[in-house]
């Protein structure tokens, strides 16, 4: 079993920056990355960005490109989100999750592990 814990969120206005973090424990080597998602108030959980261990494909959906950026660490199993220019619309409870060998990136069928979550909100 791998067990997922964020930390990092909060409060901030518009425009402002956060930094979430997650630390892996357990076998990671069964995982090839990991990936952030969020879920709006009434909304479905959505992809936000998905990382390999190596750091060498780092992958966003189109909502966040250019604003954020998914970083691993191999060394201390940990995936850091640089969350920049935030906007009132990026409110949520992020969730780091661990993916497995297969599947796709961006679907949540594709990740075994799941991090508790941490609120994110952003006031305009």
């Known amino acids: 079993?791998?067990?997922?814990?964020?930390?990092?969120?909060?409060?901030?206005?518009?425009?402002?920056?956060?930094?979430?973090?997650?630390?892996?424990?357990?076998p990671t080597f069964s995982t090839s990355g990991m990936g952030w998602f969020r879920q709006a108030p009434g909304k479905e959980r959505m992809f936000v960005a998905f990382v390999t261990w190596s750091g060498l494909t780092a992958?966003?959906?189109?909502?966040?490109?250019?604003?954020?950026?998914?970083?691993?660490?191999?060394?201390?199993?940990?995936?850091?989100?640089?969350?920049?220019?935030?906007?009132?619309?990026?409110?949520?409870?992020?969730?780091?999750?661990?993916?497995?060998?297969?599947?796709?990136y961006y679907s949540e069928n594709a990740y075994n592990y799941w991090g508790q979550g941490t609120q994110v909100t952003v006031s305009s």
């Not at 791998?2 to 357990?26: D, F, H, I, T, W």
């Not at 189109?62 to 990026?90: C, H, W, Y």
């Open 1 to 26: 079993q791998v067990q997922l814990v964020e930390s990092g969120g909060g409060l901030v206005q518009a425009g402002g920056s956060l930094r979430l973090s997650c630390a892996a424990n357990g």
């Open 59 to 104: 992958l966003y959906a189109d909502s966040v490109k250019g604003r954020f950026s998914i970083s691993s660490d191999n060394a201390k199993n940990t995936v850091d989100l640089q969350m920049n220019n935030l906007k009132p619309e990026d409110t949520a409870v992020y969730y780091c999750a661990a993916r497995g060998r297969g599947g796709t």
